[in-house]
């Protein structure tokens, strides 16, 4: 029997700031491809169209219109907020989909975009409730200069006013820049805080961690950062930590999934799994079985197919919510020992996802505060 060619474009960048996170991405989505191929229980053959922006930021929009041309409906990709609001109005004009599965800073809910990476109120949050308990409630805030650095920060901030706590300083670095990275770690060390909530990404926050790491190490101090937007696909540009102890928060970890680990290792290699790989891994899965049921990839009958129900993937069942277009998710929250990062809490139930934190009651941080009455956050400029 002839397999009807089904066609899909993947749009992750090899190259610049997020090139782990692209690669990492890149490789669960074609391992996603190659067994569905395999199996042969579809019906269908996927057949992926790729386009590798290479880290130019207007490039996404190019490698969109090039696969939208050439008559993909469905794109899978981009790491960056930028990269996916510059690509909805095509995406819009062409009636496709694009399946972001990329954790993100929320705020942002749109019809021709399904969302399968981690919202805020899906990992920033139960790991800061995790940290506030473990180390207590004085903060110093790290970011790029964007989006995902100020939302983040943003919340944050709330959560340690309602908590009682404390910002004790908070700097912003420009994207993929190290310039400075001294005189931030100096001004940190001043006054240590209880925990840094670090929002860089690429090399500056490898950079900062390992500025961080050495200084950590003279002074004698064991600092917990918070990093939740760092993945194991990541660690080989960190190398070994000796005086942090590094936390992370995401709906997948090796030891979360560990048949589904095994299986890729033996298939692929002793390779660095990371949610970005999953989530790249998820997202074909969910549009497989979505295909399939439907006959055809109409993207709105996709999406009506999947908002009826929860689909088993490799992390479990996931269900679209029709409000948002958002998964629920599972929350792990990880800890770096060694090379590898070994889960210390996970949360009893997949999350919804808030995007825009209307549905999400901060009042509980309420009862890590002292005084709930008398705020105590400083931010220092």
């Given at each position: 029997m002839?397999l009807?060619d089904v066609?899909i474009?993947?749009?992750w960048?090899?190259?610049?700031?997020?090139?782990?996170?692209?690669r990492s991405?890149?490789a669960?989505?074609?391992?996603?491809i190659?067994?569905i191929?395999?199996s042969?229980?579809?019906?269908?053959?996927?057949?992926?169209?790729?386009?590798?922006?290479?880290?130019?930021?207007?490039?996404?929009?190019?490698?969109?219109?090039a696969?939208?041309?050439?008559?993909?409906?469905?794109?899978f990709?981009?790491?960056t907020?930028?990269?996916?609001?510059d690509i909805?109005?095509?995406l819009?004009q062409h009636?496709?989909l694009l399946?972001?599965?990329?954790s993100?800073?929320?705020f942002e809910?749109?019809e021709n975009?399904?969302y399968?990476?981690?919202?805020?109120n899906?990992?920033?949050l139960p790991?800061?409730?995790?940290?506030?308990h473990?180390?207590g409630?004085t903060?110093f805030?790290?970011?790029s200069n964007?989006v995902?650095g100020?939302?983040?920060?943003r919340?944050?901030?709330?959560?340690?006013r309602?908590s009682?706590g404390?910002?004790?300083?908070?700097?912003?670095?420009h994207?993929?820049?190290?310039?400075?990275i001294?005189?931030l770690?100096?001004?940190l060390l001043?006054?240590?805080p209880?925990?840094?909530?670090?929002?860089?990404v690429?090399?500056?926050?490898?950079?900062?961690?390992?500025?961080?790491?050495?200084a950590?190490?003279r002074l004698?101090?064991?600092?917990?950062?918070?990093?939740y937007?760092?993945?194991?696909?990541?660690l080989?540009?960190i190398g070994?930590l000796?005086?942090?102890s590094l936390?992370t928060?995401?709906?997948f970890?090796?030891?979360s999934?560990?048949?589904?680990?095994?299986?890729q290792?033996?298939?692929?290699g002793q390779?660095?799994?990371?949610?970005f790989?999953?989530?790249a891994h998820?997202?074909?899965?969910?549009?497989?079985?979505a295909?399939?049921?439907?006959g055809?990839?109409?993207?709105?009958?996709?999406?009506a197919w999947?908002?009826?129900?929860?689909v088993?993937t490799?992390?479990?069942?996931i269900q679209l919510?029709s409000?948002?277009n958002?998964?629920a998710?599972?929350?792990?929250?990880?800890?770096?020992a060694?090379?590898?990062?070994r889960?210390?809490?996970t949360?009893?139930?997949?999350?919804?996802a808030?995007p825009y934190?209307t549905?999400t009651?901060?009042r509980?941080?309420?009862s890590?505060?002292?005084?709930s009455t008398?705020?105590?956050?400083r931010i220092v400029?």
């Amino acid at each position: 029997m002839t397999l009807e060619d089904v066609p899909i474009g993947l749009l992750w960048s090899s190259k610049g700031t997020y090139e782990c996170l692209g690669r990492s991405s890149l490789a669960g989505a074609r391992h996603a491809i190659d067994r569905i191929n395999r199996s042969g229980r579809y019906g269908f053959r996927l057949c992926a169209r790729e386009y590798d922006p290479r880290g130019g930021a207007e490039a996404y929009r190019d490698g969109a219109a090039a696969l939208l041309e050439q008559g993909v409906r469905h794109i899978f990709g981009a790491s960056t907020s930028a990269s996916r609001k510059d690509i909805i109005p095509d995406l819009q004009q062409h009636g496709a989909l694009l399946w972001y599965s990329c954790s993100y800073e929320g705020f942002e809910s749109n019809e021709n975009v399904v969302y399968l990476g981690a919202t805020p109120n899906q990992a920033l949050l139960p790991l800061l409730r995790y940290a506030l308990h473990a180390y207590g409630k004085t903060a110093f805030l790290i970011g790029s200069n964007y989006v995902w650095g100020w939302e983040s920060n943003r919340i944050t901030r709330e959560v340690l006013r309602i908590s009682g706590g404390e910002v004790l300083g908070e700097r912003y670095l420009h994207l993929g820049s190290t310039t400075g990275i001294d005189e931030l770690v100096d001004a940190l060390l001043v006054r240590p805080p209880a925990f840094v909530l670090n929002n860089l990404v690429g090399e500056s926050s490898y950079a900062f961690l390992q500025t961080l790491d050495a200084a950590s190490q003279r002074l004698g101090l064991r600092l917990p950062v918070l990093s939740y937007d760092l993945t194991e696909a990541e660690l080989e540009k960190i190398g070994p930590l000796e005086a942090l102890s590094l936390l992370t928060a995401g709906p997948f970890f090796e030891e979360s999934a560990p048949e589904f680990t095994r299986r890729q290792y033996a298939g692929h290699g002793q390779m660095r799994l990371s949610h970005f790989y999953t989530g790249a891994h998820v997202s074909i899965e969910l549009f497989a079985e979505a295909r399939a049921a439907c006959g055809n990839d109409d993207p709105g009958q996709l999406l009506a197919w999947l908002y009826e129900r929860p689909v088993a993937t490799s992390i479990g069942a996931i269900q679209l919510c029709s409000r948002n277009n958002h998964g629920a998710l599972p929350c792990h929250i990880a800890e770096l020992a060694g090379n590898r990062f070994r889960i210390v809490h996970t949360e009893p139930h997949p999350i919804e996802a808030d995007p825009y934190l209307t549905q999400t009651d901060l009042r509980t941080f309420e009862s890590l505060s002292v005084d709930s009455t008398r705020p105590r956050l400083r931010i220092v400029k």
